[in-house]
Structures are given as C-alpha cells and as structure tokens.
C-alpha cells in the first residue's frame, strides 16, 4: 500500500470505494451529459428533468422536488419530447440512455 500511495495511486477502504461509485453512478443518472444538450438543444432545466424521469418521479413529484407547478413541469418535458422527437417520457428516457456512461459499482 505504501508503494501505490509513493506511486500516486489512490488508496482506500473497499467499502469507500463501493460507495463512491455508488455515488458517482446516482449523479450519471441524474444529470444529462453535454452530448444530450448539443445533439438536442436541451435547456439545462430539460436535462434535469430527464434525469428526473430517468428515476422514475411523476410530475408531481419532480414539480416538488424543484418547486414547481406540475403544469410547468408538463411544459418542460413537452417541449424536451418535441425537441428529442419522442413520443413519450419512456421514449425519451430511452434516446437519452444510450448517450450516459454508466458506472457499475
């Protein structure tokens, strides 16, 4: 261990390190990576909502979590469906998938 560390690696606890996966992984899922936003032209507020989706929340609840009107949040994924040409909330979640490095823990 004393050489990793000499060597400029890092070193932890495998329980730390379980953890920050899982933790990194939770962030990759709910943010957008810059592709989604330059491929779509997403607003920042879209991608959130995506990743929003993507955990599967109802509106409601995303309207909520951000303090929102639920119907605002309907206007925003309208217009996030329109400009990614999905039909639905699954379609979407869908296009964006492919686009987001997952980390496996």
Sequence with gaps: MVRAV???EAVGPPC????????AAQEISFLTNRREKTKF?????EQQLIGLIRMGLTNKEIGNR???S???VKNH?????HKAGASDRQEI???FRADIPR???
């Design 6 to 8: 000499a060597a400029g």
């Design 16 to 23: 730390f390190s379980l953890s920050l996966f899982h933790c």
């Design 41 to 45: 032209g997403l607003t920042r507020r």
């Design 66 to 68: 951000l303090n929102l």
């Design 70 to 72: 639920e119907q605002t």
């Design 77 to 81: 994924i309208h217009r996030a469906l």
């Design 93 to 95: 979640v869908e296009i």
């Design 103 to 105: 980390v496996v823990p």
